[in-house]
């Protein structure tokens, strides 16, 4: 087989196949084309992250908002100081220092937090855990967070942590966006030798290993500044460790020990409350496994949990928890719960998680409720194999990737949820059935609204608002949906679009100033009635072709592998056979010489015309072989020629002699016999001489084919030899 036809071979076949296939293939294209998961941020990445905090659960310790006009107990040291429409406004001189201390009462284990807005200059410093107060510029101990507003030293937008022994030390620095004449709001949670910076109730900045763990409160500027300070409030905190429960045993240890309160019951449960807990980058922040005691764990802060199955609040085989009003950062999974069932997580704030921010696996009869999830790496709300929970009234936004997500989970209740500016909104993906999906607003999502893949059959979709996402709501591979009552306005693609997707219920929807109202794809015995159209491009389209069921398809790809197969096979035994390679008789004709041994003579009988008469002296006519052409397959290439030593005398009449023909060598012809003539063996002229006139050209019959009698291989006219075996043939 040549090159050639190997490639026409597997060209058909690849034809074959991809005709073949292409139904299964387009049929199960995702037209979702912006459904590739995000890539996951590792949790030890110390590049900048955004955390949110919630402080207004612990007891204030001192509080100023300047409404009264006056900076009681605040000591001005550089620049002038002054109450401004109720803020507190520092101006200096450029090079100049400006700073006030609050004296009257110094703090330990708290949460120092207010507002600025630096509207001119280059640095501003809160400055924490002051150790003494003296007039000189930078005299004294302490902690200050520095801001560089594009400083004279060319630091431009960053946060530093320095303290000051003997002389200032640098420990930590990030970058930071700022912009002059914007307020913004800090929080520094000062825990013994740990310090966090929150702006704007995100992370920025987290340090171990101060000099000081206390100390006084005070703020700066520097550079020529005019800035503001408002709503400076302290308050103090529970700092603890990582708390881990396993059984009702350490309940009753840890009240013991004074971290928890209550009785473990119904009416009064054990309550964890108003702790800061930083987990340090392992573990979880609060771990409780075995546990069916009734529980709280309330308005408590955690963050920088650890590892890829760590939480800040994680629930194993847990029931009858509450967990409420709580702040989860930092984390890998915000909120944790598996085999869980019966608890309640309601009111929290879960933001800037790396991959979910609430997750349940196995989890049956929760209820999570009126919680903020979002900023999530990966997905908000994540359910895996759990039954009958609720997710209600819950704000799930700016998610990478998805809002809520279901998979292998039936009879939940997703209702009155805003899940708006992720990716997708909500999703149920692969086998899950006879949920509700109620009165959610899902809007404003990179691609679908709400959308159902993979076996998702029975659920209900009820009078959700989906607005401005690619698609409104998105159904693949699902059957005997009801799709009733929703508003989906400006999709840029479809309201409801519809693939491989039977026997839903599609009624009084309201559809308008969609691209394409419903799209069916692939998509049978779906009943759409009293549906409302307004502004769409196409209200209902429709796209069908001829479908094959699996086992069609499977036939046909087995049938045209084993046709592939065969052929290769009939053309490689074609291949396989032996072939010797034909000399071209022309290209040898001018080295042939034609001689004769002694011959009395050679007589042409003119009435038959085809037979020759020998005379008992005629010896034998040789014929040599000449320029490598082999006489016999076993020998080596030897010349060849004709000898002729004496003259060839023929009788015959004047007509045009027909071609001798050469018998093997070492065959004796008897006297008379009588040998036929095959026509047209020599196509080349023989000269003959005669007593009465001179030779004649000789003229070619009609081309012939002979069979060599050695081997059996038919050969062109004019062979004097075997093509296949290399013999001389022999006159019949």
Request: proline content about 3%.
């Amino acid at each position: 087989m040549n090159k050639i036809t190997r490639i026409k071979i597997f060209t058909l076949i690849t034809l074959g196949i991809t005709f073949t296939l292409f139904p299964i293939i387009h049929n199960n294209l995702n037209f979702n084309v912006g459904n590739s998961n995000k890539s996951l941020v590792n949790s030890d990445d110390t590049s900048f992250k955004k955390k949110n905090l919630k402080t207004s659960q612990y007891h204030v310790l001192y509080s100023e908002n300047f409404d009264d006009g006056i900076a009681d107990y605040w000591e001005n040291i550089g620049g002038t100081w002054t109450v401004e429409n109720n803020k507190y406004k520092a101006t200096g001189t450029a090079g100049e220092r400006v700073r006030s201390y609050y004296v009257n009462q110094s703090f330990s284990y708290y949460i120092y937090e207010g507002d600025f807005n630096l509207v001119s200059g280059n640095e501003m410093q809160i400055i924490f855990n002051i150790q003494d107060i003296f007039p000189g510029i930078d005299q004294g101990y302490y902690c200050q967070i520095t801001l560089f507003y594009d400083d004279p030293y060319g630091r431009k937008d960053t946060v530093v942590l320095y303290s000051t022994q003997n002389g200032q030390t640098e420990h930590k620095n990030t970058a930071y966006d700022f912009t002059h004449n914007q307020w913004y709001h800090f929080s520094v949670i000062s825990t013994g030798d740990n310090v966090d910076l929150f702006l704007n109730n995100s992370l920025v900045l987290s340090y171990s290993g101060l000099f000081y763990s206390s100390g006084y409160i005070g703020v700066k500027s520097m550079y020529g500044p005019t800035a503001y300070w408002d709503n400076i409030k302290v308050s103090g905190i529970n700092n603890s460790r990582k708390i881990y429960i396993d059984g009702i045993s350490d309940w009753v240890d840890l009240k013991n020990a004074g971290n928890c309160t209550g009785q473990g019951t119904y009416a009064n449960p054990y309550v964890i409350e108003d702790l800061i807990i930083n987990a340090g980058g392992s573990g979880s922040c609060i771990l409780i496994e075995n546990s069916d005691v009734y529980f709280k764990i309330e308005n408590c802060t955690v963050y920088n949990s650890g590892g890829y199955l760590h939480a800040g609040i994680t629930l194993s085989n847990v029931r009858n928890g509450q967990l409420i009003n709580n702040t989860a950062n930092d984390h890998a999974y915000g909120i944790k719960l598996e085999f869980s069932n019966n608890n309640t997580i309601v009111e929290n704030n879960v933001i800037y998680n790396d991959y979910y921010g609430i997750y349940l696996d196995d989890c049956e009869e929760n209820m999570i409720m009126e919680n903020t999830v979002s900023n999530s790496n990966d997905i908000g709300i994540r359910l895996i194999n759990s039954d009958n929970n609720t997710i209600t009234k819950n704000n799930i936004n700016n998610n990478n990737w998805i809002g809520i997500r279901l998979s292998n989970s039936n009879e939940n209740n997703i209702s009155g949820n805003t899940a708006n500016y992720n990716h997708n909104g909500i999703e149920l993906w692969d086998y899950c059935n006879y949920n509700i999906i109620s009165g959610n607003n899902a809007s404003y999502n990179d691609d679908a609204g709400i959308r159902l893949l993979n076996h998702c059959d029975n659920n209900n979709i009820t009078g959700n608002t989906v607005n401005s996402n690619r698609i409104g709501i998105f159904l693949r591979d699902n059957e005997n949906n009801l799709i009733l009552g929703n508003t989906i306005n400006g999709a840029t693609q479809s309201g409801i679009h519809l693939i491989n997707s039977h026997n839903n219920v599609i009624k009084m929807n309201i559809i308008t100033n969609n691209d394409v109202g419903i799209y069916l794809y692939h998509s049978y015995s779906n009943k759409i009635s009293n549906n409302t159209f307004s502004g769409n491009n196409f209200d209902i389209k429709e796209y069908t072709e001829p479908s094959f069921s699996i086992e069609i398809i499977i036939i046909i790809i087995v049938i045209i592998i084993v046709m592939a197969i065969a052929g290769m096979l009939i053309l490689k035994k074609r291949a396989s056979r032996p072939r010797t390679k034909v000399f071209p008789f022309e290209k040898y004709r001018e080295k042939l010489q034609i001689t004769e041994k002694p011959i009395k003579k050679i007589v042409f009988d003119p009435e038959t015309k085809s037979e020759l008469k020998i005379s008992p002296e005629v010896d034998k006519l040789e014929v040599i072989q000449e320029a490598g052409i082999p006489s016999t397959p076993e020998e080596k290439p030897e010349e060849l020629e004709v000898l002729q030593e004496e003259e060839v005398v023929v009788s015959a009449p004047e007509e045009q002699p027909e071609e001798l023909e050469v018998i093997q060598e070492e065959e004796v012809v008897s006297d008379l016999e009588v040998i036929p003539i095959e026509e047209d063996v020599l196509q080349e002229e023989i000269v003959v001489s005669t007593s009465e006139e001179q030779p004649e050209e000789l003229i070619p019959p009609e081309p012939q084919i002979i069979k060599c009698p050695f081997c059996g291989k038919e050969n062109s006219e004019g062979a004097i030899f075997c093509n296949q075996c290399g013999m001389i043939f022999k006159k019949k």
